[in-house]
Structure formats: C-alpha cells, structure tokens
C-alpha cells in the first residue's frame, strides 16, 4: 500500500513535466502555406467541407480555423488578440484603435495595391473609411453587409380583420396599435415590439424617422444634425423630444411591451412578441421573408408587410443614417504570412471568391450565374451538404458581413459606387420567397442617409464616451418609461444630466474635426 | 404526525413546488412543437409532445464525442481532485505539523489574489496543455472553499479512529484512505458531487484552450448549438425551429445526469439521522 | 512518556519532516499544482498598478501606482455601484444564511423518506438554470401587466409591484430571487454536516427525554455550528463578487440607481472601451476588502473558539 501510494504521487506529479517536454515543432514541410482564420460560430467541418477544400485548392493554403461559439465571439476575440494567439486573421474584431496601439494587428498598406487588391484598396481609401486611419495607414478591412434589409413589420392580417389601411400619421399608427391591443382579450398582446437597453438606439428608428429626426442603427452617440455646417446632437433637439414623447404615451397605453428596459436581445425579443403573435409591428433587423415565411408555418392565416415611410403631422420624414458595419477584418502582427493572408481576405471579395463562399462550388452546388446575381442551384446536392440553409454558413464574416452577394470595386471608381452598384445572390427557386433584392430596396427606404462623422474615433476621450453613452441610453429609457404627468420632467432632467457630463465638449470635438476635414 | 409535522410537510412541499416549476417549464418547453410553443404562455401543462429538439441536439454524431469527453474530465478531473484535495485537507487538518499555517496561508492568499486570465493562458500555452484533454480540468483543479469545508470535517473527526490504526503501525497514507475517508462519507460525497458538478457544466476552460472541435465537452457543444440557433444573423436562414426549445433541451440534457446520480448520495444522507429517530 | 514528548516538540525542522515524511508527501501534490496555476500567473495583479498595454506587457508597461484605483473610488457612478454591491450581497448572506440552515433542518425533520427525498431534489433545481434562462422565466412572472404573480397579487389584495422595474422594490427582489435559487443546493452541505453527528447523542437525548425540538437546539445545531461559522466566513470573503449574472440579466437602466453593482459597472464602460488594468484595480479592490473581511472574521470565530480557517 505504502509503495503504491508513493509511485502514483510520483506519477502525478511527472505528468506535467512529460508535457512540457513533449509537443516539439513537426518538421517543416515544403508546400501549401498555412493560413489560420478566427471566424465565431462555425459549423461545418473543415476537414470535410467541399467549399473549404476548393478555397485550398485555389489559393494553394491550407486553411485552419479557430472558433468560437456567437454567444462568447467577442471574448474570444479579445483573447486571442491579448494572448498573441496562432492565428494569422481575425475578423468581427471592434475598437481597432485600441488593437493597433496593442500592436496587435499589422498595417494593410504595404501589401495592397489597387491594381492587385481592388476591393481592399478601394474600400481602406474610401471617403467614408478614411477616418478610420491612424498614422495615415489601413490596419483593419470593414465588413460591409450588402444593404439594408430591414424595417418595420407589421401584421398586414390584423389590419385587415380591423379593416385599417397601413397608418400614414403617427395618429393612425397610435389607432393600429391599440387596435392590436383590443383584438387580445387576455392582455398580453402588446403593440409595438421594443428593444431596450443599448439597443434603444435602433429600436426607436421607425418613430425617430417619423419625427424627422436622424438617428442610427448604431452609436447614438455619433448622431448629429447637421444643418450649414453646424452640428447639433440629436439627443438635445426638440423633433427628439416629440418622438420620445409620442413613445412615453404609447408606453403608458400598454403599446409598447413593458419589459423592454431589460429586453437587449434581438431574437429573444422576436420570439417573445412577433413570433408568439403578441405583437403587430417591430423594428426587424433580418431578411424579413424568411421571418414572415417561419411566421407563416406557425400560424398560417399571418400576412406580414413593410410599413411604408410617412411622417408624423407637421413633421418630415428623415431616414436613418450611417453604415451598418462596426465589424472588422485584421491580419495579427504575430503572422507569419502577412502577404498570403490578405491575398486570401482580397480573394473572398472577388467575384470567384463571393459565388464560392455564398453559393457554393461550381459545378456541384451551382451551374450558371446571371449578371443580376441569380443561379441555378443544384437543390439535391445543395440540401445534402447543407440542408436548408440559404447559403454556405462560411459566408457570414468570411468576406462581407451579412453579404449574400458581390461588391464589384473592380468595375468602379471609388468604393461608394461599387456598393450602391452590388449584386445580391439569390437562389433561382428562392427567387419570389427570399426576395433579397426587394428586402434591400425596401430597407433602404428607412436607413441610409451618409452620416460624415461616423467612424470618428477619439480614443483620448474614452471616459468622456462612456459617460455620454450611459446618459443617453438612460436618459431615453427613463423618458419613454415615465409615468403619466412626469413627461417633462424626465426631459429636463435628461437635458440636465447630458450637460453636466458634457455633451458640449462632446459636440464640440466633432464639430471641431467636420470644420478641419470635412467642410 | 404533530401539528408541527403537519406544518412543515405543508410548507415544503408549497416550497417545492415553487421550485419546480423552472425546470418544469423547460421541460415542457423542450417537448413542444413549434406551434405549441408559441401559443403557449405559461408552459404548465403540456399541449404537444415531440422529440425534435432533443434530435437536434444529437443530429451530428460529434454529441456522441463531446459526451464522452464530458464523461472523461468528470470522472478524471473528480477523481484526481478528490485524492489531492483529501490529502491536502488531511494534512492541514493536523495542527501538530509546524509548517501548517504556512502552507494554510498560501492557499488562502490564492483565493483573493490571482494573476488574471492572460498569464494563466500564456502558462497553458508554454506548458503545452493548449488543446489537450488536460487543460479542461487542470486549470482549475482545486477549489479552496472545499478544500477548507473538507479539512474542517477532519479537524472535527475524533482522533480515535486514527489512534488504534496508529499503534498498530499504519501510516499516514494507510489511515486516510483506509480509515478516515471511509467514515467521512458525507463530506466525500458532498465535495464529489460539487466538483462534479462544477467539471460538468465547465465550459469556460474550453472556450479559452481549445481550437480543435473534436475535443470540445458536451456543456461547450451544447452552447455552440444553442448559439447558432439563436444568432440574429443565421437565425434568419437557417431552418431550426424555435430556438427556445432546443435550448430547453440542451439544458434537460446537461441537468438530468445530475438528478440521477443524486438519490444514490442522499442514501449517505440519511444514516446519521434515522437511527435517532425511529423511536417516535 | 515525558521525555519523549519534550523530544518531539524540539525537533529541528528536518527531523520534524522526516517524523511526519508522509503527512508531508501528501501535501505536494496540491502544492504543486499551487504554484505551478495560481503563483506562477500572479505577477498579473500588477496590471492594476500600472497602464497596462499588451504590447509591452507586464514587464514594461509604465507604472502608474495607485492612479486607476483613484480614478475608481472618485467616480461617483462607482461608488454608487460599491454600495449597492454590499446592500445586495450582504442582504444575501444573511437572508440566505439563515435560510439554507432553516432548509436543511427543516427537510432532516421529515419522517417519510421518500418525500424527504424528493423534496430535497426538487428544491435543488434551480441552481442549474442560468440566470440568462430565469431571468426570461422572472420577466414572463413578473411582469407588471401581464405577469401572473403580479394578477396573483392582486387578487390576493396586495396590490401591484414593478419588481423589476421600481427602484423600491429591485433590491429585495434580487435578493430573494436569489436565494430562493440557491437555497435548495445550498443546504446540502448542512444536511451533510447533519448526517455526519453521531446518531448514539440522539439516542441518549430521547432516553434522558428530550423533544425534538429540545434535541435540535442542544444537539443538531451544536453539531453543525463548526460548518456554520466556517462557511459564512468563507461567504464573506468573497460576498462582494456575487450577484453578476444575475444583475446583469435582470437589470435596467431604469434601476441602474439601486442595482447597478460595482462588476455591472466596470462591464458596461469596458464593452466600449476595454482598460485592462482599470478592470484589474476594481477587482483587487473587491479582493482586498474580501479578505480583510475573512481576516477579521477569522480572527473573531477563534476567539469565541468554536471553529476557525485557521
């Protein structure tokens, strides 16, 4: 007994050192250069994976990835960029003034030029990304989706059964939603689906726009009114604070879903209301046929439409403003094949790259493409290697965010044109169903104005960007939240707290950079 | 049966009951059909039944992997924890041994002070554990809070037990494993079953370690899968069903070993009690 | 006898090994994995003692003493969330204290063993569901207007509370939605410290006629008062860490005043703009207050004598 119990003492305590001695460097080998991609949430087997194999083929790499579940992407990402990690390109990285002062990510510029990297070099020169820049260079690729495929839902069957035209003044929605509410006698239905929390900000895009005001989808706290070179922000305009009221009463009538403070969720929220029919209308932030078309299998008498533009009475209607992406593409400074690896980031952007990643392998998955994006799909391959996903899984990230299609920066001068120009892939049986291009068209009524200052960092100001984010998220929620008669004093408030910390000085440093770089 | 008996018996189960209802909810959640499901608000009473999220769980053959290598850092992470922590505990139990409270003050000094995530994951790295089994449970092997709940039953057992096996020559080693652990089985099964649990549900470690999916436990697995049904993005395209009922399900799976390890360590629950008290 | 007992306690330290070598051997195992994963990454404190920046790392980042706790402990929005971190936990542990123990006794003192077993499982439960899935349950329960609690109130006549929403009411209800969770896991190792007292005091209580309740007071409650002491100081060593998931899936702005906890806090800056050391000095803060608790609460349990750490 004394024996052994030594030996396996001894025993357990030899394991780490036979670990450390072990793991030595495999021979290096001659041949395909290894290149090592993060990319969250992958699903398919690279080993296996016909699209990857080909990628491999045709840039003759031999393709590793890391990954991460979504649900802990951005702590991955922050992990494997503070540890030095393996890996040659990450991408849905944020905040790469931060990264680059790290020095964990490299400059692009010495490896790109326009003629051998298009897209890259038309897109880290564009207007809209120059301020992006530090020290005059390119460190990170954004991730641009296609468009803008969203917009405000609403149950077109509950209008009917209420005998309502889609409203066209805030009056007429206000009589929807309570309609809405009417039809439930158990109360829970609610009529307008709300997001909270940081995620007020695009939430309240649909009653923001039609108050005139210009807000985002994404930082508020970057949204400016900008009139003869003047800006002011939004937050302290009196077109907000008729929105924010027009919201308060809706709250107060039950119109708006009382959780919403605590609802940060996107998906969560839409299984909650939309898809529970607890709700009639909601800001929907995905291709909204396939959402109608699940809503449709689950209760089938549902008809689902986009509401139109209008404008509350006495008010003009404002689009949304800025680009949807905050999400970028880096090379790490621990590569050890810079070149290769943004030969690999300019090929997933070029036509072949984009009708491999979104659709497929030629031949196998896919036979003709037409020049409006549109491909003979082989269906019986198609729904053995993938099942009924729309398209490869890899397409998420890897290339544009959210893109299901070709930005053509060869074929034109500057990259704004190119992306107002780009083909959207779409599946010819899924041509009339997932109507992409519609989706676009329509979402692009609600969103996209060009907001100048939007990728204007100041990474001195840190705190003072806390301070005003907190303030005005808090500030709209507990303004939309008030109780009945406590309206104007929330909004005094609000005004007081965004002064005291210092939304001034806030304005004034963009005002400051739009007189210098922009005017 | 006293009006107390009464009392409590009324009390705990309306407690129970009470206490019930989440994983009920879940439970009820994880059989349901899409459309049950959203017509549903409470979830009480079951209105469909199907097994569709639990077989989305286990469509790919790779659950059967991530199962086993759950199966494997449970069994060896407890097993190897429980005979360091018991030793530990053994000796820091003995306040004849001079270098005790030193030792007793390193390890304490641990539970408020460590390095961070970073420096932990360079060691890993430079110990070549990255990508192992062992980076699973090594990282994290010992507890302190058990290791003190575990040294203060010793402290509190008789010395009695020790003493006979003593003067008949036995060491140290003979006596713990021998002698006193097999009369401690309340706490051994306690601190097992709490370290179990804590390897079962880990999935930290294998987020921070691991690249290669093969080696990926069930409870990261699960959360890859629940991740993606509910992702904005691929939610939209990706044909799933309601994502709320495959993550109710991947919770039933993870929650149920544990339920039904549990009766056989309540049995060492209730020795010490019942022979006291049979004689109402 | 005597001489040989002087001889041990003057036994130099080799000797004094060597006498117990086993004893000594059956430490190393722990110590080592000690210092190889928790002292070998502990030069990671310093973080919080300086501008940390990943490229120069931990050698050649610029010191910067005590600047980042400075900035903390003057910002008012921190200093609102410490005290809301202690009102929060230290509600807890002493609600939660109580009731574990309470639990435990209570579920020993059943006779019929099935339903004993039964509810001890059950009442376990909830421990397993994250707070990102109760907090979905609480938010469908509690709902001001459509919550089923809430119509329960209500009929009942109690009126209707915004738990999750009014700044009166989060804390308590954070508090004791918490321990309502944990109570049921929590009082097993109460009912492990109960089976471990020796059944033949029992017996000698009933002979001599002593009640149930009379046997709980002089003999149960004695028998677990070691565990009691030893696992609240243990709880409050690290009371001001609790409460993160749960806040964070269950708050919102509306009730950032009262529950907004220090991590909540940090988090909330840190997702904009992440300041490693700033996170690394809020922690050692809540590291250090917590050890000086178990300290002082250490040094008190053993002067009363009962138990102690150490």
């Known amino acids: 007994m004394k024996k052994a119990s030594l030996f396996m003492l001894l025993g357990m305590m030899l394991l780490p050192v036979l670990f450390v001695w072990g793991g030595g460097q495999p021979p290096a080998e001659e041949g395909p250069v290894t290149i090592t991609i993060y990319r969250g949430g992958i699903t398919i087997d690279p080993e296996t994976d016909p699209v990857v194999l080909e990628l491999e083929k045709r840039l003759n790499v031999d393709l590793k990835f890391v990954t991460a579940p979504w649900s802990e992407n951005r702590q991955k990402v922050n992990l494997i960029l503070s540890t030095g990690d393996d890996v040659d390109i990450v991408t849905t990285v944020d905040n790469i003034p931060k990264w680059q002062s790290e020095g964990a990510i490299i400059a692009l510029d010495e490896y790109i030029g326009e003629g051998s990297h298009p897209y890259i070099y038309k897109i880290t020169n564009s207007t809209t990304f120059t301020p992006l820049k530090i020290e005059g260079k390119a460190w990170a690729i954004p991730q641009v989706p296609l468009g803008v495929a969203w917009g405000t839902m609403v149950r077109q069957d509950w209008l009917d059964e209420l005998g309502m035209d889609p409203p066209q003044d805030e009056e007429q929605l206000y009589k929807a939603l309570k309609g809405f509410k009417e039809m439930d006698p158990s109360g829970q239905t609610t009529g307008f689906q709300f997001e909270g929390d940081r995620q007020i900000r695009r939430t309240t895009i649909p009653i923001m726009s039609i108050f005139g005001v210009p807000s985002s989808f994404w930082d508020q706290h970057v949204n400016f009114d900008i009139r003869g070179g003047k800006l002011t922000h939004i937050c302290t305009m009196d077109k907000t604070k008729a929105a924010l009221k027009y919201m308060n009463r809706l709250y107060n009538e039950g119109l708006i879903n009382h959780d919403f403070p605590s609802m940060n969720s996107f998906p969560q929220l839409t299984e909650k209301y939309i898809m529970t029919g607890k709700a009639g209308m909601g800001w929907v932030i995905n291709p909204f046929t396939s959402q109608a078309a699940r809503l449709k299998e689950i209760d089938p008498g549902s008809e689902v439409s986009l509401l139109q533009p209008f404008s509350a009475k006495g008010y003009e209607f404002r689009r949304a403003q800025g680009m949807m992406v905050q999400i970028y593409a880096v090379v790490t400074s621990k590569s050890k094949n810079p070149a290769k690896a943004i030969e690999c980031l300019e090929y997933f952007q070029s036509l072949a790259g984009r009708r491999l990643l979104v659709a497929g392998v030629e031949g196998v998955h896919w036979s003709s493409f037409s020049a409006e994006g549109i491909f003979e799909r082989n269906e019986a391959r198609w729904e053995q290697d993938y099942g009924k996903q729309l398209y490869h899984p890899l397409n998420f990230y890897l290339g544009q965010g959210n893109c299901e299609g070709y930005v053509p920066a060869k074929d034109y001068a500057t990259f704004e044109e190119a992306y107002a120009n780009a083909v959207p892939f779409v599946p010819a049986s899924k041509k009339d169903e997932a109507n992409v291009r519609l989706e676009y068209k329509e979402g692009a009524k609600w969103f996209g104005d060009p907001n100048p200052v939007q990728f204007v960092l100041f990474p001195e100001h840190n705190d003072l960007e806390n301070a005003v984010i907190d303030a005005i998220v808090i500030g709209w929620t507990k303004c939309i939240a008030a109780k009945p008669g406590e309206f104007e004093n929330t909004w005094e408030d609000h005004q007081a707290e965004l002064k005291r910390v210092g939304l001034d000085r806030w304005t004034a440093l963009y005002q400051d950079y739009y007189d210098k770089n922009i005017k | ?280 | ?310």
């Open chain 3, 1 to 310: 006898m005597p001489n040989q007992l002087r001889e041990i306690r003057h036994d130099p330290l080799g000797k004094h090994i060597r006498r117990y070598r086993y004893l000594y051997l059956m430490i190393l195992p722990a110590l080592a994995w000690l210092i190889i994963f928790r002292y070998l990454p502990i030069y990671g404190v310093t973080m919080a003692f300086q501008n940390f920046s990943l490229n120069k790392g931990f050698f050649g980042s610029p010191f910067v003493g005590l600047k980042h706790f400075q900035w903390l402990l003057s910002d008012p929005g921190f200093k609102r969330a410490f005290i809301n971190t202690w009102l929060i936990n230290v509600g807890k542990l002493a609600l939660g204290f109580t009731s574990t123990i309470a639990l435990a006794i209570l579920i020993n003192e059943m006779r019929h063993i099935l339903v004993k077993r039964s509810i001890q499982t059950i009442t376990y439960m909830p421990h397993f569901v994250s707070w990102v899935i109760m907090a979905g349950i609480f938010n469908s329960l509690f709902a001001y207007e459509t919550g089923a609690v809430s119509h329960l109130l209500e009929v009942i006549g109690l009126g209707k509370f915004d738990f999750l929403q009014d700044n009166r009411y989060f804390r308590v209800f954070v508090v004791v939605s918490h321990v309502w969770k944990e109570v049921g896991w929590g009082s097993i190792i109460y009912l492990a410290a109960i089976a471990a007292i020796n059944p033949e005091l029992y017996e000698a209580a009933w002979v001599d006629g002593a009640g149930r309740f009379r046997q709980l007071l002089y003999i149960t409650l004695p028998g677990i008062a070691s565990t009691m002491i030893i696992v609240f100081i243990l709880n409050l060593g690290s009371v001001l860490n609790w409460s993160f998931d749960q806040v964070y899936n269950l708050y919102s702005p509306l009730v950032y005043e009262t529950g907004d906890i220090m991590q909540t806090y940090i988090i909330r800056n840190l997702s904009h703009n992440p300041n490693f050391s700033r996170l690394a000095a809020a922690g050692f803060i809540r590291s250090f207050i917590g050890m000086t608790l178990l300290v002082v609460a250490n040094s008190l349990a053993r002067r009363w004598g009962r138990a102690s750490i150490y």
């Open chain 2, 1 to 280: 049966m006293t009006a107390f008996d009464v009392f409590n018996y009324t009390l705990l189960i309306l407690f129970a009951l009470t206490t019930l209802y989440p994983l009920w909810n879940i439970l009820v959640i994880s059989i349901s059909t899409d459309q049950a499901y959203y017509s549903d608000w409470y979830h009480i009473v079951p209105k469909s039944f199907t097994l569709r999220p639990y077989l989305h769980n286990f469509k790919e053959i790779r659950v059967v992997r991530a199962l086993l290598v759950s199966i494997f850092i449970t069994v060896t992470g407890t097993a190897v924890t429980m005979t360091v922590t018991s030793m530990a505990a053994f000796f820091l139990s003995k306040s004849y041994l001079r270098l005790r409270n030193l030792v007793f003050i390193l390890f304490i000094i641990t539970m408020f002070f460590d390095g961070g995530l970073i420096p932990l994951y360079i060691l890993v790295q430079k110990l070549h554990l990255r990508n192992t089994l062992f980076s699973l449970f090594l990282p994290t092997l010992m507890s302190m809070y058990f290791l003190i709940l575990m040294k203060n039953y010793f402290t509190e057992m008789p010395v009695s037990i020790e003493e006979s096996a003593r003067i008949d020559g036995a060491n140290d080693f003979v006596i713990l494993f021998r002698i006193v652990l097999p009369s401690a089985k309340p706490i051994l099964f306690t601190i097992s079953l709490f370290y179990a649990v804590q390897f079962w549900n880990d999935w930290f470690n294998a987020l921070l370690y691991l690249t290669d999916r093969k080696l990926y436990p069930l409870s990261f697995y699960l959360r890859e899968v629940i991740s993606s049904a509910i992702t904005e993005e691929v939610a939209a395209v990706v044909d799933v069903g309601a994502p709320a009922t495959i993550q109710a399900s991947a919770i039933i799976i993870t929650v149920l070993p544990i339920i039904l390890v549990y009766p056989f360590i309540q049995k060492h629950f209730v020795k010490g009690i019942l022979l006291g008290s049979t004689k109402e």
